[in-house]
């Protein structure tokens, strides 16, 4: 059984979202390369950052897995393969490579071959894709490839809770934070990720879902942005307990298909004007019911106001976002004329929800006696956006609106891309990494998660 990798680029996997994300590092400097042998690699830096990548992760599953497991990590038997599809000289590899079975199987692609009948377990990788994405999206990239086909070695070993695809992918992607979690406590041999990085992990590795609109019980479905996202921030998080205690059939995926065929023609996107109605209606609808149900306390909803032009002043003063809570007023200041529209043209209409739940929960922190500025307030905003988001999707808001496919993953884009400017948040210091983690806090565990004294 071949298990695909994140970075699939073939249809029956993964898609890679078209844009080159910025580059980064994330390999330990002036450290002697590792001598494990990957039969059919060159002298090329792609093959080097492979090889110490799997030198690193057999060293953590090494020490982790009898820690998670209760067994000595078994090594990959079978070996590992670099393989050039265009360049490739069937004398340069033994006969019986596990399940590949020609250079058409790895084009494009990087897979864990599970125990066959006769010979061991292997990893085969395309390098021409591995060195495309290193240059593209960094140095890590690559390794991170390699700790989701370690993942899935681990899979090989202990059988996973359930044989659902998503479960499958996903749960290695929690493998794979959890590796980079270590790698980034200054644990590994040959790499150390630094925080600045972890926004491009996210944006060069992990924008890699499946399309809005597929079936989530499909044969290789891998999840949503979001979905693939929390996984690798739970392991991150977590550490690898979690990646085996949390992934089974009853785990909640927010990849789903479309309704009907209006959805799937519009991307699962509302016009623009309807997505302000509909997110002014819905924060509006979260927001009096959890005020009554959560805090025994009555909601007084702040006005949405848009302005075009000039940004609008608050208690004399002008403001200083484009999006802005101005709390002597109880309103919602956004900018109509820019801002909002090309976010909803650029990432989708639940990005502009997204943005206007954060101010609505800055509102409700202020109607709570809590402060709504500074960072804890702006961490807590972000959470209860994702709380006000996991409502969303599970349909608990009564304000006859439902979420579409990808809406979700469009909360992770708007939060990655436009979270540290300040212009859209205040700059305290927050990373895009933090941001998503943040929302994924309260996306999973609910206002227990965003320090509102529940």
């Known amino acids: 059984m071949v298990l695909c990798t994140l970075a699939l680029l073939v249809p029956s996997c993964a898609r890679l979202v078209d844009g080159q994300g910025e580059t980064s590092d994330g390999v330990r400097p002036n450290v002697a390369p590792s001598t494990l042998e990957i039969v059919g690699a060159?002298?090329?830096?792609?093959?080097t950052l492979s090889r110490n990548a799997l030198a690193d992760l057999g060293t953590f599953w090494e020490e982790t897995f009898p820690e998670v497991y209760g067994a000595e990590f078994e090594p990959l038997s079978g070996g590992y393969f670099s393989v050039d599809p265009d360049n490739f000289n069937d004398e340069d590899y033994p006969d019986d490579i596990?399940?590949?079975?020609?250079?058409?199987?790895?084009?494009?692609?990087a897979f864990y071959c599970f125990p066959q009948d006769e010979g061991g377990d292997n990893v085969v990788y395309d390098r021409t894709l591995l060195a495309g994405l290193a240059a593209d999206y960094g140095r890590f990239i690559p390794a991170l490839v390699m700790a989701h086909e370690f993942g899935h070695a681990v899979q090989g070993r202990e059988s996973p809770p359930s044989t659902l695809s998503i479960v499958f992918e996903t749960q290695a992607d929690c493998f794979a934070g959890a590796w980079t979690g270590w790698?980034?406590?200054?644990?590994?041999?040959?790499?150390?990720?630094?925080a600045s990085e972890l926004d491009d992990v996210l944006r060069g590795y992990l924008l890699l879902r499946d399309a809005p609109g597929s079936g989530p019980m499909e044969d290789g479905a891998h999840g949503s942005y979001f979905d693939r996202v929390s996984a690798f921030q739970e392991?991150?998080?977590?550490?690898?307990?979690?990646?085996?205690?949390?992934f089974t059939d009853n785990r909640i995926f927010t990849q789903q298909e479309f309704n009907d065929q209006t959805d799937f023609d519009n991307e699962g996107n509302a016009p623009y004007d309807d997505s302000i109605t509909?997110?002014?209606?819905?924060?509006?609808?979260?927001w009096a019911t959890q005020f009554s149900e959560v805090f025994d306390a009555e909601w007084q909803p702040p006005t949405l106001q848009p302005y075009e032009g000039a940004r609008p002043e608050c208690d004399g003063a002008r403001?200083?976002?484009?999006?802005?809570?101005?709390?002597?007023?109880?309103?919602?200041?956004?900018?109509?004329?820019?801002?909002?529209?090309?976010?909803?043209?650029?990432v989708g209409d639940f990005a502009v929800s997204t943005l206007l739940s954060i101010n609505y929960a800055q509102a409700a922190r202020g109607q709570l006696g809590l402060d709504y500025r500074g960072e804890e307030a702006l961490r807590s905003s972000v959470c209860l956006t994702g709380w006000y988001t996991s409502q969303f999707f599970?349909?608990?808001?009564?304000?006859?609106?439902?979420?579409?496919?990808?809406?979700?993953?469009?909360?992770?884009?708007?939060?990655?891309?436009?979270?540290?400017?300040?212009?859209?948040?205040?700059?305290v210091g927050l990373s895009g990494f933090q941001l998503v983690d943040l929302f994924r806090q309260g996306f999973v565990r609910g206002p227990s998660a965003c320090d509102v004294g529940v």
């Open 394 to 427: 599970l349909a608990n808001i009564d304000a006859g609106a439902t979420i579409s496919p990808g809406d979700v993953d469009e909360s992770i884009q708007v939060l990655l891309e436009y979270g540290e400017n300040p212009t859209v948040l205040p700059d």
């Open 319 to 346: 403001q200083r976002r484009d999006v802005t809570f101005c709390e002597p007023e109880n309103r919602v200041d956004f900018d109509n004329q820019s801002l909002m529209p090309t976010i909803h043209s650029e």
């Open 98 to 109: 596990g399940c590949f079975d020609g250079p058409e199987d790895v084009e494009n692609n």
């Open 42 to 47: 060159t002298d090329e830096d792609i093959d």
């Open 235 to 246: 392991g991150y998080d977590d550490g690898a307990q979690a990646c085996k205690d949390n």
């Open 278 to 286: 509909i997110s002014e209606e819905t924060l509006d609808a979260f």
């Open 183 to 194: 790698v980034a406590e200054d644990n590994a041999q040959h790499f150390l990720i630094r």
